[in-house]
Structure formats: structure tokens, C-alpha cells
């Protein structure tokens, strides 16, 4: 007669079966994905918006490598992993950065209608944020991020360059030559100001290689550059020209006419 008793033996618990538990959801990677507070418990302490002038705040004043969730957290008067229930891991942290400056943009309610006025101006807009944060630059590089306040501004370029006639797909990539221009200006603006001997002397190994005639079409730059120009006098020259290319017609289809062009 088969025995009653579990198969596990008389010292052992019957088992019972355990119900397959879904397996929960991957967060998203995105911070913008993820809501900032749940709706649940008491109200948080910090916020997005506090972390993010918190770890400005440090970066400006020291450099982006004294970034850390610790510094952040110590200027916040919190504990350091109390800080990762609202920021998860460092490179989000680094997105909120991001998002915090463009948010220092001044967009008027509409775009004027001169195109190249209005793009002249996001680049100035952008410049001096690269000049009060020297860290910007180099950060949008290696982590380009989209946040709220980047979405605003990606909306207000695609409204400042309606006019030109171009695609949406085309004034997306007119926007990414138009801030990879301003973004390579200020980094080459800072390398020129914290190496000043290591400018004079380029300058003069390439006025030696434009002599020695072995370069022609160098030496007749040279010949007609002239002294150094004001940085923003050559930003605005250089500027023009990567705003000309911009409203250029495109090879292969018309192009409206762009006011103020």
C-alpha cells in the first residue's frame, strides 16, 4: 500500500506550490521615463530641481569631475544613499545638469520672423551659457541628453527656421551643425584661455610653417589674416557663415524665401 507520507520525508514540510510571480518591469534608463515622486509616503525632501542646482553649483565652482552623488549630497545636508532614491545613478544625474541650464534659456512667446536674427540670438543665448558653465561644453559631447527644457528648445529652432522651407528632418540637422558650432567655439575659447603660452606658441610654429614655402595657400592666409580677432567679434563672423549654410538651398529641391536672409 503506497504510504501517505510526503515524498520529502517525515522530517520535512509538505511544499506547496508556489505561484509564478511576474517578474517586475526593467526601469526605464531614461530618467525623463520615470516619475519623480510616486504620490505615496510623506512629501519628499529634495527634489529634481535641487539636486541638479546643487551639483551645478559645485561643478561651476570646481570643475564637472568634482561631481559626485557624495558632494551633492553633502551640500544638500542628506545622506548620500538617500540621494539615489531620486537620482539612481550618477549619469542621471549629469542629464538633470544638462536639462537645469537650457531651462536658462529666454525664448520669446513667438519667433520674429527673421531667421537669421532669431537663430543669432540662440547662439548668443548659448555661448554665454557655455561661458557661466565651462563644464557645459564638453558634458554635451559624450551625453547628449533631452530633457523638458531641451524639448523647448528644440521646438523653438524648429519654429525659428519654419520659414526656411526645409524638411523637419533637415532643420533637425541644421540644428545639430548650428549647436555643434557654438558648443566647439566655447570649448576652443577655453582651451585658448587656460593655455595661453600653448597659443602663442602654435601661433608662431604656424606663422614659421606658412614662411618656409612649403605651405603657399597657408602663407596667403596668413599674409591677409591680420592680429588675432576678438573672440566675439570672430564668433559673430563665423556665426554668419553657419547660418548662411543653414538657410542655403538644399542640392535637388526649392526653397522658400526666408525672411531676413
Known amino acids: 500500500m503506497p504510504s501517505s507520507k510526503s515524498p520529502t520525508g517525515p522530517d520535512q514540510p509538505e511544499q506547496s506550490e508556489q505561484p509564478d510571480r511576474p517578474t517586475p518591469p526593467e526601469a526605464p534608463e ?42 551633492v549630497a553633502a551640500a544638500l545636508g542628506a545622506g548620500t544613499m538617500s540621494l539615489y532614491n531620486y537620482v539612481p545613478k550618477k549619469e542621471h544625474l549629469l542629464d538633470l545638469m544638462l536639462d537645469a541650464v537650457a531651462g536658462e534659456y529666454r525664448f520669446p512667446p513667438a519667433p520674429s520672423g527673421d531667421v537669421r536674427a532669431d537663430l543669432a540670438d540662440l547662439a548668443h543665448q548659448q555661448l554665454g551659457l557655455s561661458r557661466r558653465h565651462p563644464w557645459l561644453p564638453a558634458l554635451v559631447l559624450v551625453r547628449p541628453s533631452i530633457g523638458p527644457n531641451a524639448l523647448r528648445y528644440t ?106 536672409g
Not at 510623506?42 to 558632494?71: C, K, N, T, Y
Not at 519654419?162 to 558650432?181: C, H
Open 30 to 71: 531614461v530618467i525623463w521615463l520615470r516619475p519623480e515622486r510616486t504620490g505615496r509616503g510623506p512629501r519628499p525632501a529634495h527634489s529634481r530641481d535641487s539636486i541638479a542646482a546643487a551639483a551645478i553649483a559645485i561643478a561651476d565652482a570646481e570643475g564637472l569631475d568634482a561631481v559626485s552623488m557624495r558632494r
Open 155 to 260: 521646438d523653438h529652432f524648429l519654429a525659428v527656421t519654419a520659414p526656411t522651407g526645409l524638411g523637419g528632418g533637415a532643420r533637425m540637422e541644421a540644428m545639430a551643425l548650428f549647436n555643434g558650432f557654438v558648443g566647439q567655439f566655447a570649448q576652443y575659447e577655453q582651451t585658448a584661455a587656460a593655455g595661453a603660452k600653448w597659443q602663442a606658441e602654435l601661433v608662431g610654429y604656424l606663422g614659421q610653417a606658412a614662411a618656409s614655402g612649403e605651405f603657399p595657400h597657408l602663407a596667403q592666409a596668413f599674409a591677409t589674416t591680420g592680429p588675432p580677432a576678438d573672440p566675439d567679434r570672430a564668433f559673430d563672423r563665423t556665426l554668419d557663415r553657419v547660418i548662411s549654410a543653414i538657410l542655403a538651398p538644399t542640392e535637388g529641391g526649392a526653397q522658400e524665401t526666408v525672411e531676413g
